[in-house]
């Protein structure tokens, strides 16, 4: 039997719901920070300690950074999904629709922040590589436009993005009990962005070090790039998936189901 949302509320049996917009803000704030202090320290080091390899204050400013970000992102992955994984529901057919209702918001904002950091990788800094090799000669693969984008903003993505693929598939029935093309092509499409840089730094090193941007060095940079417009295909499933739980947290009447 249905009752009113308001008689269940009288009793205190079921809170109401509300959006929770809190890890979308703290996600983005986060990102900003850590990609405008990014950014600051380009400003600051690159022109003064960044242009000649072979001086001892590039190994100090720039490579003692990127060891530092090959050695904890990698940790940060390997601890955060496995902690995804260990922490899975085993029970998913138990979870309320409320529940289930809460974990997709929780989902979606996990979504979001993911299209944002990946927006700063893909736009942000990589226009900025570009134009670092445009405006210098560059002595090394380490320069300091390829540190923060290829060692830093890229696995930080990656990061979120496998994250957000284990949540999925480990708390959200809709993803656990299907394969979701879409899903797997946002995530690993740009994840294959990787491995296309160590082909790239390859052939810059061996074979065209002057920078020409239509070579086939990037088109994998632009292939995976733009995987990430399968995004399209996942908010409809998002939608399909709102379709389906929507009247089970709630009924045809808009009231709350006992």
Known sequence: M?????????????KPWKLNLKPVFIGMLTLIFIMATARWYQQWAAWDYG???????????WMKLFWVQITVLPI????????MWL???????????REELNRMMFWISMLIVYAFAFYFAGSLYAEQDA????????????????IFLF??????FII?????????????????????????LVVCGPFMLLPTVGYNEWGHAFWLMEEYFTVPLHWGFVFFG???????GLLIQIMNYFIELMPRVLNEKGELMS
């Open 131 to 146: 134009t670092w090799h445009q405006t210098v000669v560059r002595d090394t693969s380490f320069t300091p436009s390829h």
């Open 226 to 232: 733009w995987s990430i417009i399968a995004l399209a």
């Open 51 to 61: 242009l000649d390899a072979t001086d001892p204050l590039f190994d100090e400013y």
């Open 160 to 184: 979120i993005g496998f994250n957000m693929f284990f949540y999925a598939i480990t708390r959200l029935p809709f993803f656990a009990k299907k394969i979701s093309i879409p899903l797997i």
């Open 76 to 83: 940060i992955f390997i601890v955060s999904v496995s902690y």
């Open 151 to 156: 060692y830093g903003t890229m696995p930080i």
């Open 87 to 97: 922490t899975r529901d085993k029970h998913l057919n138990n979870i309320t629709p």
């Open 2 to 14: 249905a009752v009113t949302q308001d008689d269940v509320l009288k009793k205190g049996d079921i």
